[in-house]
């Protein structure tokens, strides 16, 4: 089992930043890949940012490419997503996904665990 934890969340203006953390514990094996996704209100979720453990690499939504950053410590288990050039179509539920494939999925079926999400809203 993977047990995930996210924080950082909260209200910022238009142009500001914030910088996400997931805190995972559990089976290592399960979590090689660790995702972020978001859910804004009367909308679907969707995938933010991945990265693997083992090789670092990352992926981003086109949404998110140049303005968000994800990235891990791996001393400390735990994931974060920098989010600066905040706009306020990023307001949403932000989730963090893991599973333990050794690739990057933008696909939310492809997460085994999810943690309870953040909310980010921005004003304008």
């Known amino acids: 089992q993977v047990q995930l934890v996210e924080s950082g969340g909260g209200l910022v203006q238009a142009g500001g930043s914030l910088r996400l953390s997931c805190a995972a514990s559990g089976r290592t094996s399960s979590r090689y890949t660790m995702g972020w996704f978001r859910q804004a209100p009367g909308k679907e979720r969707e995938f933010v940012a991945a990265m693997t453990w083992n090789s670092g690499g990352t992926s981003y939504a086109d949404s998110a490419k140049g303005r968000f950053t994800i990235s891990g410590d791996d001393a400390k288990n735990t994931v974060y997503l920098q989010m600066n050039s905040l706009k306020p179509e990023d307001t949403a539920v932000y989730y963090c996904?893991?599973?333990?494939?050794?690739?990057?999925?933008?696909?939310?079926?492809?997460?085994?665990?999810w943690g309870q999400g953040t909310q980010v809203t921005v004003s304008s």
């Open positions: 996904a893991a599973n333990g494939k050794l690739y990057r999925s933008s696909s939310e079926g492809e997460y085994d665990y």
